[in-house]
């Protein structure tokens, strides 16, 4: 993975990588202030229904874990060729999406994305360091917003914590990694319609995606949605992983 990929190029900041494991991600929101109410679970098949009834249900948000290795430079790029960097702010947005400035934490650029948009917004506690947080972000435009979320020590703290948690050794912060989190969330003001949030993008990216009443993440057009995204990164599931958020009471 190159460094324009894991984030690290032109980095002020680097945070340590998170380990790609529900644990650890689920420690890290409930100290950031999410209810207990909600946690992240591995999905183990796309495919099974038996592997996919273990998944409790709503999903509230995805995260796609898969191998970034130089052909995201290509996407990256046509990214910026075929949009304009995005420049959202305030309540009307229809999600809240962070530009990544830290190098290093795409996943907690993912983990950010799903629990600031959608239902799962409802379970962040009052006064709680993602709270507070968000009411400071949601009037920045996206450089204010990096600059809020590189300053904030709680996050720094907590994710460091995070990174150290997992069960394998913990990389350096500046090592380049080579794998890269997307999240996939539903709009908060636009019923249904689905976002793919990925901080090293423009923006956040509408997808042709909007859920039926009662339908969740997880259902037939997410699982479709996934499973597009594996096969245009040219994948065959090898090296992906997804993880859920989902409410666990």
């Known amino acids: 993975m190159s460094t324009s990929q894991s984030g690290n190029y032109g980095r002020r900041k680097h945070y340590i990588p998170l380990e790609s494991n529900p644990d650890v991600f689920t420690e890290l929101i409930h100290t950031l202030g999410v209810s207990s109410s909600l946690a992240f679970q591995d999905v183990y098949s796309l495919d099974d229904p038996d592997l996919l009834s273990l998944v409790p249900r709503p999903v509230l948000g995805l995260i796609l874990i898969f191998p970034a290795m130089e052909d995201y430079d290509k996407v990256l ?90 069960h394998t050794v ?6 380049d990694v080579g794998h890269h989190y997307v999240a996939f969330v539903t709009s908060s003001i636009q019923t249904g319609v689905v976002y793919e949030m ?27 949605l996934v499973k597009n995204f594996i096969e245009r990164e040219q994948g065959r599931s090898i090296g992906f992983s997804l993880m859920a958020l989902v409410k666990t009471d």
């Open 77 to 166: 790029e046509d990214d910026k060729k075929t949009r304009q960097a995005y420049t959202g702010k305030g309540e009307d947005e229809p999600v809240t999406w962070f530009e990544q400035t830290i190098g290093n934490a795409c996943g907690l650029y993912a983990l950010l994305h799903c629990i600031c948009n959608g239902p799962a917004k409802q379970y962040l506690k009052p006064d709680s360091t993602m709270s507070n947080l968000l009411k400071k972000c949601v009037p920045l435009d996206p450089t204010g917003r990096a600059l809020a979320l590189e300053g904030s020590e709680e996050v720094e703290y907590a994710h460091t914590h995070a990174g150290k948690s997992g």
């Open 170 to 175: 913990a990389p350096d912060p500046t090592d």
């Open 198 to 224: 990925d901080g090293m993008k423009q923006g956040p990216l509408k997808t042709d995606v909007t859920l039926e009443e009662g339908e969740d993440l997880l259902g037939d057009a997410g699982q479709k």
